[in-house]
T-cell receptor
Framework: SQKIEQNSEALNIQEGKTATLTCNYT??????LQWYRQDPGRGPVFLLL?????KEKRKERLKVTFDTTLKQSLFHITASQPADSATYLCALAASGTYKYIFGTGTRLKVLA | NAGVMQNPRHLVRRRGQEARLRCSPVKGHSHVYWYRQLPEEGLKFMVYLQKENIIDESGMPKERFSAEFPKEGPSILRIQQVVRGDSAAYFCASSPSVNTDTQYFGPGTRLTVL
């Protein structure tokens, strides 16, 4: 069955460093991959979308890569700040579908 | 430009009661999606609706759960005869069109069944 794996353990990093989060998937060929941020008690907030024919996408301090051979996406936050502390979710969808499959998320904590 | 609104934010029900969760999409969005999130689990798709139509309810339990998106007014997710296992956060999302456009999420309704 389709499976998305995100590191369930929290990631603690020092302020100013680059945070790298991983999203691996199996038994799936997504055409679209999205990253969301979710704060406690709140709904997910869209950050970035990357398509299968794109290797990399950037937005301000965020960078996403999408390797369909490795079946993996990496999500980077450069110059991390305590305000970046949150849970980050990846979500995949096949071409022509609205159904995103979500990972369980990785909790990031940026230490001042 | 208001985002997706959901109410109530918190809902407590006793076993056997009914729960009604409301979702007002972003103005101009005609596509609504409902998701359920259990603790330590990912968001699970439940149902996709367009105005007055259920397009895909494959993720919704066949019994006790229903959803609607009337021509006027918010989308409603209705859970009849709630059980403890229904306790979860229910999120609504909307998009201006289908085909994997970004989905904008509401703040969620946290349902607790006593």
């Amino acid at each position: 069955s389709q499976k998305i794996e995100q590191n369930s353990e929290a990631l603690n990093i020092q302020e100013g460093k680059t945070a790298t989060l991983t999203c691996n998937y199996t038994n799936y060929s997504p055409a679209y991959l999205q990253w969301y941020r979710q704060d406690p008690g709140r709904g997910p907030v869209f950050l970035l979308l990357i398509r299968e024919n794109e290797k990399e996408k950037r937005k301000e301090r965020l960078k996403v890569t999408f390797d369909t051979t490795l079946k993996q996406s990496l999500f980077h936050i450069t110059a991390s700040q305590p305000a970046d502390s949150a849970t980050y979710l990846c979500a995949l969808a096949a071409s022509g579908t609205y159904k995103y499959i979500f990972g369980t998320g990785t909790r990031l904590k940026v230490l001042a | 430009n208001a985002g997706v609104m959901q109410n109530p934010r918190h809902l407590v029900r006793r076993r056997g009661q009914e729960a009604r969760l409301r979702c007002s999409p972003v103005k101009g969005h005609s596509h609504v999606y409902w998701y359920r999130q259990l603790p330590e689990e990912g968001l699970k798709f439940m149902v996709y609706l367009q105005k007055e139509n259920i397009i895909d309810e494959s993720g919704m339990p066949k019994e006790r759960f229903s959803a609607e998106f009337p021509k006027e007014g918010p989308s409603i997710l209705r859970i009849q005869q709630v059980v403890r296992g229904d306790s979860a956060a229910y999120f609504c999302a909307s998009s201006p069109s289908v085909n994997t456009d970004t989905q904008y999420f509401g703040p969620g309704t946290r349902l607790t069944v006593l």
